[in-house]
């Protein structure tokens, strides 16, 4: 059988790719020689220990580096192929996700699962990025500029062999500090690892979220969760990858370029069978409806008005879609607002306005209006 390595194109990782690696995934440094640098870590069974090579130009250093990976390869139970690419990759960041099952095995989907799982892969990525910036449960159609920019830089990445697998990538600019020590922690760290950090802990706090709501704790074990970026929006992207493409086992994992490890341990792995996918659906529907969203846009009817005066304004029932139903929104609007909403419902025209959705009892309430406007069209809803 031929090595592995001269299977494997490209770079030879660095002595620096290698000693982030370790220390990002809970290796811990135990002292060098002139030749090799000592690393331990605890596992279940006992303590693991590995060597990585030191001297990059000695004849042997690819077959060391080689040898290194085969080591990690038994220790971790990965891919030797996955491994050597994370660490041979210095600059990325990078999300994969591995949809397994019976109906994969060739690794292929129809066309349209394809269109809906890339959107959905999307969606994952823009649900972190706006946790990146203001974690919450919920957030609008409208998302916030920095996170819509994101989805400019990062890309999809060359597929892999073996499963239906999607690459994630985003670039880090060089680390200005290159010692490997901890970061300053007043030295915030790019937006775009920002995102991938909240895409790592969010995906393992959906996967601890649904685990938990199947025993029991229900939508609390989500919501609990926000900090770190579990959000409807991410719930919901990772249910549509397991039901649009027929997958038994949605796998992620998020690596580090090892030139920029991240500054605090995360959770790399997660794992979501068709019974967690359900139950990320149906929390993300609950998320939408008990939670709070700000910054949402909304077009409608006006259905029903009620002032004691118009004078000091009043409450206006409005007909607008929510997350593809018709619902009512009770506004409450100025004197000035109030008029404009009593000419549109005399003649049938459509309102639009922005605010926060509040839900009040059995009712759905906006509150923090502005951008009050008749849009000078007929209605087309009954």
Request: proline share 4%; charged share 25%.
């Amino acid at each position: 059988m031929n090595d592995l390595v001269d299977d494997i194109t490209g770079p030879t990782p660095t002595i620096q790719s290698m000693q982030s690696y370790l220390l990002s995934h809970g290796w811990a440094h135990q002292g060098n020689d002139h030749f090799w640098a000592s690393y331990s870590k605890a596992l279940p069974g006992g303590i693991a220990e590995i060597e990585a090579p030191l001297v990059s130009t000695a004849s042997d250093f690819r077959r060391a580096v080689d040898a290194f990976a085969k080591n990690l390869e038994v220790i971790e139970r990965r891919r030797f192929r996955d491994i050597w690419r994370e660490l041979s990759v210095t600059d990325v960041d990078r999300l994969s996700i591995r949809l397994a099952g019976n109906g994969l095995r060739d690794g292929r989907i129809s066309i349209e699962a394809g269109r809906a799982l890339f959107q959905a892969a999307r969606d994952l990525t823009l649900a972190a990025a706006c946790s990146a910036l203001d974690p919450r449960s919920v957030f609008a159609k409208r998302k916030p500029a920095e996170a819509m920019k994101f989805l400019d830089t990062a890309k999809f990445g060359q597929t892999e062999i073996g499963s239906f697998i999607i690459n994630i990538e985003s670039n880090v600019p060089p680390k200005l500090q290159l010692d490997l020590l901890p970061e300053d922690p007043d030295q915030a760290s790019p937006f775009s690892r920002r995102v991938m950090e909240m895409l790592a802990s969010g995906i393992s706090g959906a996967q601890d979220a649904a685990t938990d709501a199947l025993v029991g704790q229900k939508l609390s074990a989500f919501t609990e969760r926000r900090a770190i970026g579990v959000s409807a929006n991410l719930c919901e992207a990772i249910a549509l990858m397991i039901d649009c493409s027929g997958a038994d086992i949605v796998s992620t994992r998020v690596s580090f370029a090892s030139h920029h490890p991240p500054s605090r341990a995360l959770p790399l792995e997660a794992h979501f069978s068709t019974q967690l996918g359900q139950t990320l659906a149906t929390a993300g529907a609950k998320l939408r409806e008990t939670s709070d969203t700000p910054d949402v846009e909304l077009t409608g009817l006006v259905r029903v008005l009620a002032s004691k005066d118009t004078l000091f304004g009043g409450d206006v029932t409005i007909e607008a879609t929510i997350d593809g139903r018709q619902k009512h929104v009770v506004v409450r609007l100025s004197s000035t607002d109030h008029n404009e909403a009593i000419r549109a419902y005399e003649n049938r025209l459509m309102v639009s306005f922005e605010g926060t959705l509040r839900r009040s009892g059995n009712s759905q309430i906006v509150e923090e209006l502005r951008g009050f406007k008749v849009l000078e069209v007929s209605a087309a809803l009954s």
